[in-house]
């Protein structure tokens, strides 16, 4: 399952997000042709990535912020970017432009913390911004769990382009990543899942102030459960233009 797109853009223009997703992209793109040396790579990562062991052995905290603008791959980015894209927008617009960029970083490097524990020896690179983007999904699986949300499944030769709640789609996604933490060894690389973990339960916790300052349920009663803007309408609607038929 994939998800595509939200029912509910911005009533605003998520400046901070849109900012995320280019630094991204630019940073990717600047180290790009890294990938076609192996050993150049390697120390590129080794250089900004976030290793466990050399936060727990020799206090060295910078990593946690790097690496959540580095990439091991395009798909990786693409991946990113795209959840970013879907959810970052309503928490920018319900929390304000600076505040937002605070609970991503916030969110990110406690992502990272999250690994540690979870490997404190481990000397394998983790990079991704995935760990702060389960931050953003984390606090608006609280602020807008009836959002609706348009996901893409695909099974063997099925596609089908399904609209669920957002609450599905993220409670699914993180008994997976908790899940998966568990029967997995976090010191022998991998997918972070545990980073994915931490990032979630840190945006909830993050987001519940504001939450209770909304009214708690009373905000979800008032807006149903979604951010508060018209949703948008994907349906496919006939044209108005009328078919010409060519005689037989």
Request: charged share 10%; no cysteine; net charge positive.
């Amino acid at each position: 399952m994939f998800p595509i797109r939200d029912h509910n853009p911005s009533g605003r223009t998520p400046y901070v997000t849109y900012a995320l997703i280019a630094l991204n992209v630019v940073i990717f793109i600047g180290y790009w042709p890294l990938f076609n040396d192996a050993r150049a790579l390697n120390q590129f990562f080794f250089d900004w990535a976030m290793i466990p062991a050399r936060v727990t052995q020799m206090g060295e905290y910078s990593g946690l912020f790097t690496s959540m603008f580095l990439h091991g791959g395009l798909m990786h980015l693409v991946g990113n970017m795209l959840f970013l894209w879907i959810f970052g927008d309503n928490m920018e617009d319900r929390m304000g432009h600076l505040p937002y960029l605070a609970f991503y970083l916030v969110s990110g490097m406690g992502a990272s913390l999250a690994q540690v524990l979870a490997g404190p020896l481990s000397m394998v690179p983790m990079v991704g911004a995935s760990g702060a983007i389960a931050g953003v999904m984390g606090g608006y699986l609280l602020l807008f769990p009836f959002a609706r949300v348009d996901i893409l499944v695909i099974f063997i030769v099925f596609f089908r382009i399904i609209t669920i709640p957002a609450a599905i789609l993220l409670v699914l996604w993180f008994a997976i990543q908790l899940f998966s933490g568990i029967g997995v060894d976090a010191g022998n690389g991998g997918v972070a899942y545990w980073a994915h973990a931490g990032g979630f339960v840190i945006g909830a916790a993050l987001t519940l102030p504001l939450f209770l300052r909304l009214g708690g349920r009373r905000f979800w009663n008032m807006t149903d459960g979604k951010p508060p803007h018209p949703e948008a309408d994907y349906t496919y609607r006939r044209t108005s233009i009328p078919r010409v038929r060519y005689p037989k």
